[in-house]
């Protein structure tokens, strides 16, 4: 028997699965996005760059692309800004309060995010609990309008998102060395310059880390901001539900698909390279 | 020299507030959830279980619920099944396109969810397998797959052979020894695999959302679709529901596993 023959073998079933269940719908969703659909006709199978054209040319597109990844940006830093120093908090806690803090912050993640969103709903809505304690206290008179505004959004995206940063930075800094920090301060540092000059640099790969995580995953969000946001305050992953199930314009909604896609992968890749090329000391 | 606590007050008021604002809006779904009131609101004149017993009255939901079991139990089990042997293989042999392999079944963390939606919507559609279970299964499997397969891979990875040699020497056929020593040995991985496969498979929102059928609706997908037509102290009490057994669940698994290893994965 060939000596390479087992791995393979071990790996088939899997292999198998995923060419068919992964592979395949993909190159066909690919190809669908080359097809046209017109209302009464439904798909044809004629190819084509149109459905591209439309979503580059088309104004309407351009304000959901530009609107989905302004949210990512601004999700990702705010993560990185509050979860960062909270993982830099946790490792200084003692253990018992540390466990606990840990399981506050991780716990969520194996919430469904429906129930997380349902949350922000049901604090911000026009008799959400915000506005009945500020009413409640004769701050305003009138409840204040929340839901359905792009700032929602970000928030309920950053609630979301920001145990990813948190367990990033956080298993970075277990690779620390305390005594590097204790050194610093020994020879002089003030507990500040020891923070950006020590600490900062040597937890940064896992801060990048955590916001391409975020980055990546609020670019493609979906509940959050269909929920918060509405019908009007659409992004990406919305409009292609809406032209797969709404419009029933398959090969437009195949087509912000892959864009989406091919995005995200490029995002992700170059990331990786920047960070591997400035950071490649660290990783060693 | 005994220090509980490194962090100065400042610290201490940063991560009291990052705490409250993770956990406010979970505590207000369970508060809200205790009404006595028929619309929403903090339950002030007292708590009442009046929307938990309405969930029964709702078949839809508790329809669902059970749905999203099966086919949780049916993706992680499968997902689990697969990845047992791809870690071996990845493990224990050296081959040409190990890593590429490896890359592909960890690929469909990197694919959005609402991509994959759309791609499995028009293929199960094409293969008439829409709606159905085994069709919902498959596609699961491969969203659940990546987080099942880190687990085991880091337990077959960091496992001591000597065992394994020793059966060996005393006679055991391969298989034997695969069944009594090493799955015994590789255990905690191959459940925290399940486990977390199995929370990733109910909690599935996006995906599954494009190839539900009215007969084949999960929890998630049925509050999406009440959600957007209604949010009332019904949709409260059936996520205060999910809360609640997510809990449990975590305490358990904090202390079997370790919540931060399980979700990082070594």
Known sequence: ?284 | MKRYDKNGPLALVFNFVFLLFILAPLVVVCLVAFTDKGYLSLPRDGLSVRWFVAILDHPEFVDAFWYSIYLALGSATVAVALAIPAAMATARYKFPGRGLIMAFFMSPLMIPHVVLGVAFLSYLSSLGWSGTYIGLVACHVVLIMPYALRLVLASVTGMDRSAELAAKSLGASKWTTFRRVTIPLILPGVTGGWVLAFITSFDELTMTLFIASPSSTTLPVRMYQHITETIDPLIASVSAVIIFITMIMMIILDRIFGLDKLLVGK
Request: charged share 10%; with cysteine.
């Open chain 1, 1 to 284: 028997m060939n000596r390479l023959l087992p791995p393979y073998l071990l790996n088939g079933p899997a292999l198998i699965i995923f060419v068919v269940m992964l592979v395949v719908p993909m190159v066909m969703t690919f190809i669908l996005s080359f097809n046209s659909f017109d209302f009464y006709g439904g798909i044809k199978p004629d190819y084509g760059w149109h459905n591209y054209l439309e979503v580059v040319q088309d104004s309407y597109f351009h304000e959901i692309f530009l609107r989905t990844y302004g949210i990512a940006i601004a999700v990702t830093f705010l993560c990185a800004l509050i979860g960062a120093p909270e993982a830099y908090i946790l490792s200084r806690m003692s253990k018992t309060w540390r466990s606990l803090c840990l399981l506050a912050i991780l716990g969520p993640l194996l919430i469904s995010v429906i129930v997380r969103t349902l949350g922000w709903a049901l604090l911000i809505g026009n008799n959400g609990v915000v506005n009945e304690i500020l009413i409640g206290i004769g701050i305003i008179e009138t409840p204040l309008k929340m839901m359905f505004t792009t700032g929602s959004v970000i928030v309920a995206l950053v609630h979301v998102l920001v145990p990813f940063m948190v367990l990033s930075v956080w298993t970075t800094l277990q690779k620390l060395d305390p005594q590097v920090e204790n050194a610093a301060l020994s020879l002089g540092a003030s507990h500040f310059t020891t923070l950006r000059r020590v600490v900062l640099p040597q937890v940064m790969p896992g801060v990048l880390a955590g916001s391409l995580i975020v980055f990546a995953l609020t670019a493609s969000a979906f509940a959050t901001p269909s929920i918060l946001g509405g019908r009007r305050l659409k992004v990406v992953a919305t409009t292609a539900y809406d032209e797969y199930l709404n419009t029933l314009n398959w090969p437009l909604g195949a087509s912000i698909a892959v864009i989406l896609l091919i995005a995200n992968v490029v995002v992700v890749m170059s990331y990786n390279r920047y960070v591997e090329k400035k950071y490649a000391a660290v990783f060693d």
